[in-house]
């Protein structure tokens, strides 16, 4: 199945109470553009993110606020900003590194909140069930080209919020694969519950195979006779 990429440059997620310290009391966000994840968008504002060896200004903010703050950046970022962030999901921050925001009106040292993002898929609920898909699975994504590569635990975020399928990866990744936004890939059709299935069932000779095959038979025999029993019971009951 071919799928649409969305590239994230790095970013910022705050809270109300640190946009107040960074923007001044009562200020509130000015929206640019919708983003393609419906309940997102992009800000009118920008900060300067500071690390111990330097800087980065003018790094966007995505609304609406959070109950966290948090800032993601890519590896060659971290490098710049001389800090070891860890790969996570978005909202995963425990023990993250720290990082510390400035705006016009004050700055802020967060001692968590910065990650680089794991890639990940946004799958719509629909695409999830006919792929076989279910949320937190890990799927593979192949792209082509001159830069060809193949991304492994790509992480499925199911919800049905989700108005298309669309993978999500940072500069860094899309820059290593000459990828844009909006760029077609080949997501594969197999989760990693299937490839490692698929592992064991090499590992089998024929006859073994056989003698598995039997043996699950006996137990799904046996689970249909217990809820035979369980529906007779709940029938006595009534
Ligand atoms: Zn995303």
Do not use: W
């Not at 898929?121 to 192949?142: E, N, P, Q, Y």
């Not at 698929?198 to 590992?203: A, K, N, S, T």
């Amino acid at each position: 199945m071919q799928i649409t990429i969305g590239v994230s440059a790095r970013h910022i997620h705050l809270t109300a109470e640190h946009l107040e310290i960074l923007f001044g009391q009562g200020y509130q966000l000015q929206p640019k553009r919708q983003l393609s994840i419906p309940t997102q968008y992009l800000c009118e504002e920008r900060l300067t993110i500071r690390g111990p060896k330097g800087s980065i200004d003018h790094v966007g903010i995505i609304g609406p606020l959070r109950e966290r703050s948090q800032v993601e950046i890519t590896r060659s970022d971290g490098i710049r900003l001389g800090v070891t962030p860890p790969i996570r999901l978005s909202g995963d921050l425990d023990s993250s590194a720290p990082i510390t925001l400035v705006g016009p009106q004050g700055e802020l040292t967060l001692e968590e909140g910065l990650i680089i993002a794991k890639r990940h898929i946004h799958m719509t609920t629909t695409d999830a069930a006919s792929l076989g898909f279910g949320h937190k699975d890990f799927a593979m994504v192949v792209v082509p080209g001159l830069r060809s590569l193949v991304f492994d635990h790509v992480v499925v975020r199911v919800d049905d919020q989700n108005t298309h399928t669309e993978l999500h990866i940072d500069t860094d990744e899309a820059n290593t694969a000459d990828l844009n936004s909006g760029d077609q890939v080949t997501l594969l059709l197999l989760n990693d519950k299937k490839i490692r299935l698929e592992r064991l069932i090499g590992m089998f000779d024929e006859r073994q195979l056989k003698m598995l095959e039997t043996f699950a038979a006996d137990i799904v025999e046996r689970e249909k006779q217990k809820l035979q029993e369980m529906e007779s019971l709940l029938n006595d009951l009534r």
